[in-house]
């Protein structure tokens, strides 16, 4: 029986049969693009799970593995060659654009260890469907107010008449939830740096912070799309 | 190298082009009349005596007869790639060309051409061959895989079906590429350019705008937007409907009931459209049915007037893309024009006010051809997906999807699972369950758009997910994997977890044909090509020349011919000399050299012919009468207009 050393399982490169771990896109030994490994997005681009990221070099890493695997280097390549060139550059891309967005990269990382978040609100936060058992306390008041101002602003659309004095008074609200956001935001990545850095006990608790500020964000970032959206109407 | 050369197409909706990498430059390949562009048109001949299958003639002589007999010619298909059957009935409005009269809702809708059905993927297959013969008669060896170009915003099936159409022609689509993407690439190419630019693109039928970030050779699309329903031929339209109504209002004529008239009065409108685009204004001058004379003159600032709501239509897409693309118009360091639209003075103030080009001192790169530059962008990707240059090894182009996917959810919302612009190929994975106990099947519906309803997103295909073990309700866990690959179509693969049995995926495309049909419409000729591949190009030539020769023939019997110098007359007659030596010879090239020789003594006389030709239209005269005045030559399978309007 093999001896399971890392999380990654060993197998046989198809082309020169040496052995490998599978987390590899390429076989150290002869080079050739191998299967999709089964690591995460993080160690595609050969790094451990942090909240920190060198976005320039993750550019650069994204560049030089797109020029290795991309579909266009394999196009006269055999069936399962274009196959794993396609699956890996899939793999590669969806990391990428899950790593270079700050709050996308958040949200994976937490998932990974365990973490549910804002699963149910995926294509489901619609407009009109504010669910009040998830408004952050503080903010209770302010919302309901909102909601109903959103809710005048689209009566008067609806008839044709405009309400400069309550245009003002969205546009306001809404300055004001973009610095509720900028602050989540701030708190946020105080949080990266207590996760990247700290033991499993500070890292745990900079998990559950980042969780309910997740949750926050979302909430305001709906709020302010909507908004948004009454407005340009 | 064991494989041929793999060559670029650019499919247009009104010219199509093929380029290949000669060295270091792609170089258009020129058509047997020595001209760039094969106009997208598609002319079935009239049956044969014996009953056999007509032959389909392309380009400049397909485009000939469509003033002769419209109801044998098709153009602008493009427009109807990968559409449903409602979506093309709304587009034929504008065109002279009608629907098969048995075509049900849910297949894919048969255009009547003369006595016979076709596709549109069958129409641009018959396209695509024409450019694949001629790739081979450049090349004197056969070319069996290609490059096409699509607009960047084309949905899947829109591309399912290009690749079909490919398919049909005999040819291997190695890529289909982004019209404005293949654009940066010719751009990008002789020189070492990093930065940020766009690329607007509007072309005869569709709209496209890209931004792309360029660095190290890495051509990297960062948002891409447009729509496949503007272009030129709207432009052509709204002035074509103007001088319709006003011959009907004030000169009590009808010519709506002439599709020949029609088409002769489009072409009107295109040479006064193009006209403008040089100078301050353009006139319209027919000579009508009862002798009176529609006369009208067009200045450019009343044009301008027209056109601005069909430009200003860009105007939202380019806002979207430079949004999405998260920048601003002044970080854009140059927008590339492209397509035969952007010449358009107008177009061209557009876009300047639109990323404030002159405020930063700068003007839009109109130096590329836009007529060829999308075409020698597909040579160029061609060239680094054979891999076999070093003048593109440094060279990739990472494009992204222009729709978003979604699964339609409860209620009949989306739950989207790949956002737009995600670069591709691009992939999701989600997870489904059964609703009734012992339950087999789950229907999967999949959607293409950004609206939040399913219903007004476009759909894209219904997949059943069939051979389920049958369990309680709930308890099934069927992976399905969602993979948009790098030409933007859509792969699905599922699994049921618990069971580990690889689901059984049966994908019913809303919109397309199957694989089987698409088998059965590949055309017939391409075959058994590659084994006497020297004995097929003997027979083109010979054929073509004999088709020019028997036309000259007959040209004497012509009105036009009188209008021609004792010179002109001289030059045919040895041109003609001269290749009916040729046509004895077993040297193909030396055939088609002499019958191009031809073609170029008899261009001011096809001319002729030509304006000949729209005036009897426009005046009525029955078809088989033009027909005797004319001689028979307007229906000759060779071209011998010229290939622009100018």
Redesign the interface.
């Known amino acids: 029986m093999l001896k399971i050393l890392d999380s990654a399982v060993p197998v046989a490169c198809w082309s020169c049969s040496v052995a490998h771990n599978d987390a590899t896109l390429f076989c150290p030994h002869c080079s050739k693009i191998q299967p999709p490994p089964g690591g995460d997005f993080f160690s595609v681009f050969g790094l451990k799970p942090c909240l920190n990221l060198d976005l320039m070099g993750l550019e650069h890493e994204f ?1 030089r593995l ?2 290795k695997l ?4 394999f ?2 390549s055999g069936e399962h060659e274009r196959e794993w060139s ?2 890996d ?3 590669l ?2 990391a ?2 899950t790593l270079k967005d700050p709050i996308h990269r958040t949200e994976y990382l937490l998932k990974l260890h365990g973490a549910e978040i804002g699963e149910e609100h ?3 936060d ?1 407009r009109g469907q504010v669910d009040t058992s998830r408004v952050p306390a503080d903010l209770l008041e302010e919302v309901f107010d909102l909601n109903m101002q959103l809710e005048e602003m689209r009566m008067a659309r609806k008839i044709g008449e405009e309400d400069p004095a309550l245009q003002v008074s969205l546009e306001q609200a809404k300055r004001k939830f973009d610095g509720l956001l900028d602050e989540v935001d701030d708190e946020l990545r105080a949080e990266w740096k207590k996760w990247d850095e700290g033991d499993a006990g500070v890292r745990s608790g900079a998990q559950k912070t980042m969780v309910a500020l997740l949750d926050r964000r979302r909430y305001l970032s709906n709020l302010v799309r909507d908004v948004t959206e009454t407005l340009g109407a | 190298m064991a ?1 041929g050369r793999v060559v670029g197409i650019d499919l247009g909706t009104t010219n199509s082009l093929v380029a290949y990498m000669q060295g270091e430059a792609p170089v258009v390949i020129p058509g047997v009349d020595g001209s760039n562009l094969v106009p997208s048109v598609v002319a079935l001949d009239p049956i044969p005596a014996d009953g056999s299958r007509p032959t389909v003639t392309v380009g400049n002589s397909a485009r000939r007869v469509l003033i002769e007999t419209p109801e044998r010619v098709i153009y602008s298909v493009k427009r109807l790639m990968g559409r449903g059957l409602s979506e093309v009935q709304s587009e034929l409005k504008f065109f002279p060309f009608q629907l098969a009269d048995d075509v049900q809702e849910g297949e894919v809708p048969r255009i009547q051409l003369g006595e016979l059905r076709f596709t549109p993927p069958e129409i641009s297959a018959y396209i695509l061959r024409q450019l694949k013969r001629n790739a081979e008669r450049f090349f004197g060896a056969p070319v069996t895989q290609a490059v096409i170009t699509v607009p960047a915003y084309f949905n899947d099936a829109q591309r399912q079906a290009t690749k079909d159409a490919g398919r049909m022609a005999g040819l291997q689509v ?2 289909l590429v982004n019209e404005p993407t293949a654009a940066a690439l010719a751009y990008g190419l002789d020189r070492a350019k990093e930065g940020t630019i766009a690329v607007y693109d509007l072309g005869g039928g569709t709209f496209d705008i890209s931004i792309l970030k360029l ?2 050779g ?1 051509f ?1 699309v960062q948002s891409t937007n447009g729509d496949t329903h503007l272009g030129g031929d709207d432009i052509d339209n709204l002035l074509l409907t103007i001088a319709l109504d006003e011959i009907h209002a004030e000169h009590g004529v009808d010519l709506r009931k002439h599709p020949g008239a029609v088409q002769a009065v489009r072409k009107a409108a295109i040479e006064a459209k193009i006209r403008l685009s040089t100078e301050a204004a353009a006139q319209f001058d027919i000579e009508l049915p009862n002798g009176d004379r529609y006369q009208r003159e067009i200045p450019r600032a009343v044009f301008e007037q027209l056109i601005e709501p069909i430009l200003e239509r860009t105007a939202g897409p380019c806002k979207q893309a430079i949004a999405d693309a998260g920048i601003t118009p002044a970080q854009i360091d140059e927008v590339v024009m492209v397509g035969g639209s952007t010449r358009i003075p107008a177009v061209r103030q557009l876009v300047d006010d639109l990323f404030h080009l002159s405020a930063r001192g700068k003007k839009p790169h109109i130096n590329l051809n836009p007529d060829e530059v999308v075409a020698l962008g597909a040579a160029v ?1 061609a060239d ?4 076999t240059s070093k003048s593109t090894e440094e060279m ?3 494009d992204v999807t222009p729709l978003s996917l ?1 699964i339609e ?1 409860l209620g009949g ?4 699972i790949i956002q737009r612009n ?7 994975t989600e997870h489904f369950t059964t609703g009734v106990d012992g339950q087999t099947n789950v229907a999967i519906h999949v959607v293409q758009g950004e609206r ?1 309803l399913a219903a007004d997103c476009r759909s894209l295909a219904r997949f059943d997910l069939k051979g389920i073990p049958p369990m309680s309700a709930g308890l099934p866990r069927i992976e399905v994997r969602f ?1 948009i ?2 030409d933007g179509i859509l792969q699905v693969s599922a699994r049921e977890q618990r069971s580990g049995k690889a689901a059984q995926i049966e994908v019913k495309p809303t919109y397309g044909l199957t694989d089987e049909q698409v088998e059965s419409m590949i055309l017939e000729s391409f075959d058994h090509a590659e084994e006497d591949f020297a004995a097929r190009l003997l027979i083109e030539a010979r054929n073509e020349a004999e088709t020019i020769l028997s036309a000259v023939e007959r040209a004497p019997r012509s009105p036009a011919w009188a209008h021609l110098t004792n010179d002109e007359r001289t030059a045919i007659g040895l041109a003609r000399d001269y290749l009916i030596k040729a046509k004895k010879t077993e040297d193909s090239a030396a055939i088609r050299e002499a019958t191009l020789i031809l073609d170029h003594a008899t261009r001011r006389f096809a001319e002729l012919m030509m304006e000949a030709a729209v005036t009897a239209a426009i005046r009525g005269k029955t078809m088989d009468a033009a027909g005797e005045e004319l001689g028979d030559e307007l229906t000759a399978p060779h071209p011998m207009a010229p290939a622009e309007f100018k």
Not at chain 2, 422 to 428: E, H, L
Request: charged share 30%.
């Open positions: 560049h797109s020029r991309h579909p266009d280097r196009a006269r396609l699956a550059t899939a793999l891309n969806d990428y654009r995926a294509g489901k619609r | 494989e190695l890529r660095r190290d890495i990297e990707q680094i997906l054979a891999g990739l182009l990472l979604g959810a919302t989306v739950a989207r995600s670069t591709i190929p691009a992939s999701a939040e993979l690959d790098a």
